[in-house]
């Protein structure tokens, strides 16, 4: 590596040079930024990011040149580490990378645990980068758009339930948290959530919740953009799922938003959710761009780095 370069943890005073890094990245990798001051500072504060506790940046002469991103999320039966690594355009390929991975992946003993991280297929020194180290690519990210919301057709479940926006996202909390914890445990990205961390992740989003009979059945969390939105998650209760509630709460939740050519709306889905892409392409949403999910074990990626590099 460059003899210069540093690598240390995190401080609250890099959020301008982050901002800053975000910047230069996204001229060359398009969807990796930009990033404003406020978003950074929020996404800090998202419980699993633990206000960065364990992210790092690589440094030169005082200048930051490079960040990783990194945070354990429980996901129930196990841990997963999720990572993203950017380097500044002007000073990859001298090993900034590689210091910053083997920083994160010295953070862990376990050799089991599970390191994932996302790579748009547009960013190709990403995808030579994570290869290299001996990545898998275990599934996709399918970011899809919708400018003209189709009607599903009505169910009986769908017809006897209540949708609307919660007033107080506090008091809904604890049961949001629930649906989600039981609906997305096999999902990659999993997360588990207490009721108090989900209190704290809804203060931010706007939620809408579908009820049967006084109880919840489903959310939606969505967040508004200037020209556009997105829907953040969508989930119904295990229980109560294939009986076109999720599908009459999405479909409401983009007529409120009077969702169009001007105004589309974004989201998220992983390719290997046959059923949520089966019904947002039914509701109108069409697939514009893939995101690759790689996973390895860290052991996996300690003696890959190290038959490759020494
Ligand atoms: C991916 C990224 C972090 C790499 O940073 P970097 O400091 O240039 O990486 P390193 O110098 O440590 O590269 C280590 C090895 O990765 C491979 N690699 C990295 N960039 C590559 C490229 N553009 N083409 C081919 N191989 C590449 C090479 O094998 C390289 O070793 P070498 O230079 O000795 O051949 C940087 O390009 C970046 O910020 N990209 C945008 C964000 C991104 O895609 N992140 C996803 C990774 S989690």
Request: charge should be neutral; proline fraction near 5%.
């Amino acid at each position: 590596m460059d003899d210069g370069i540093t690598i240390r943890p995190l401080r609250e005073t890099d959020a301008e040079a982050v901002v800053a890094l975000y910047s230069k990245a996204a001229a060359v990798e398009p969807r990796l930024g930009p990033v404003t001051l406020p978003q950074w500072e929020q996404f800090l504060k998202l419980p699993q990011n633990r206000g960065g506790r364990d992210f790092r940046v690589a440094e030169r002469n005082g200048r930051l040149v490079g960040l990783a991103e990194s945070s354990l999320r429980d996901q129930g039966a196990h841990h997963s580490r999720f990572l993203k690594i950017v380097v500044t355009p002007e000073a990859r390929r001298r090993g900034i990378g590689l210091a910053l991975l083997d920083h994160v992946l010295a953070i862990d003993a376990d050799a089991d645990l599970l390191v994932q991280t996302l790579v748009s297929r547009d960013w190709p020194a990403g995808m030579a980068f994570v290869t290299i180290f001996g990545f898998a690519h275990i599934g996709s990210e399918i970011g899809m758009k919708c400018v003209e919301p189709l009607q599903p057709a009505r169910t009986l479940a769908a017809a006897r339930a209540t949708i609307e926006r919660a007033g107080d996202v506090t008091a809904c909390a604890a049961e949001v948290a629930r649906i989600h914890n039981a609906a997305y445990a096999s999902d990659a990205a999993f997360r588990l959530y207490s009721p108090e961390e989900m209190a704290q992740l809804l203060s931010d989003s706007e939620v809408w919740v579908a009820s049967e009979d006084g109880q919840m059945s489903g959310f939606c969390l969505t967040e508004p953009e200037q020209n556009s939105m997105w829907i953040e998650s969508v989930a119904v209760d295990p229980a109560r799922q294939g009986r076109g509630l999720g599908q009459l709460l999405v479909y409401r939740v983009l007529s409120a938003h009077e969702v169009s050519v001007e105004h589309p709306c974004w989201l998220n889905v992983s390719s290997r959710n046959a059923p949520a892409l089966k019904i947002y392409r039914r509701l109108g949403f069409r697939p514009q761009y893939e995101t690759c999910r790689f996973g390895a074990t860290r052991g996996e990626l300690i003696a890959s780095r190290d038959s490759r590099f020494h």
